[in-house]
C-alpha cells in the first residue's frame, strides 16, 4: 500500500514557474512508477508525465515537453514535477498517482492517488 499526498500548487503568472511534489509512504515506494496527472474544469483527467521507479525511464505529454521536468528522490519517498514557462492553459488541478507496475500514461491504472493540488495560471 502506498500513500501519495501533493504539494507546491499555487497563483502564477504566466511564464513563471512552479515545483509540484509528490510525498509518499512505503517502504518500496522505489519500485513503484508516479505518474502526473491534470484536471481542468469540465475537462477528463490527463496525463502529464510519469516515472519509472528507478528514475530511468520518463514521458511527458506533447503540451508540456520542454517546459516540465519530472524527477525523483526515493530515499526521500518523492517525485517531482518541476514545471517551468506556464501557460495560462495548464491550469488544472494536478495529481500525482503510484501504480507498481511499469510506466504507463493511462489514468484509470493507476492504484494510488493523492488528492490534487490546485495550480492556477494568470495570463
Known amino acids: 500500500q502506498v500513500q501519495v499526498v501533493e504539494s507546491g500548487g499555487g497563483l502564477v503568472q504566466a511564464g513563471g514557474s512552479l515545483r509540484l511534489s509528490c510525498a509518499a509512504s512505503g517502504r518500496t515506494f522505489g519500485s513503484y512508477t508516479v505518474g502526473w496527472f491534470r484536471q481542468a474544469p469540465g475537462k477528463e483527467r490527463d496525463f502529464v508525465s510519469y516515472i519509472s521507479g528507478s528514475g530511468g525511464r520518463t514521458n511527458y505529454a506533447d503540451s508540456v515537453k520542454g517546459r516540465f521536468t519530472i524527477s525523483r528522490d526515493n530515499a526521500k519517498n518523492t517525485v517531482y514535477l518541476q514545471m517551468n514557462s506556464l501557460k495560462p492553459e495548464d491550469t488544472a488541478v494536478y495529481y500525482c498517482?503510484?501504480?507498481?507496475?511499469?510506466?504507463?500514461?493511462?489514468?484509470?491504472?493507476?492504484?494510488?492517488w493523492g488528492q490534487g493540488t490546485q495550480v492556477t495560471v494568470s495570463s
Open positions: 498517482a503510484a501504480r507498481s507496475g511499469g510506466p504507463i500514461a493511462t489514468p484509470r491504472l493507476y492504484d494510488y
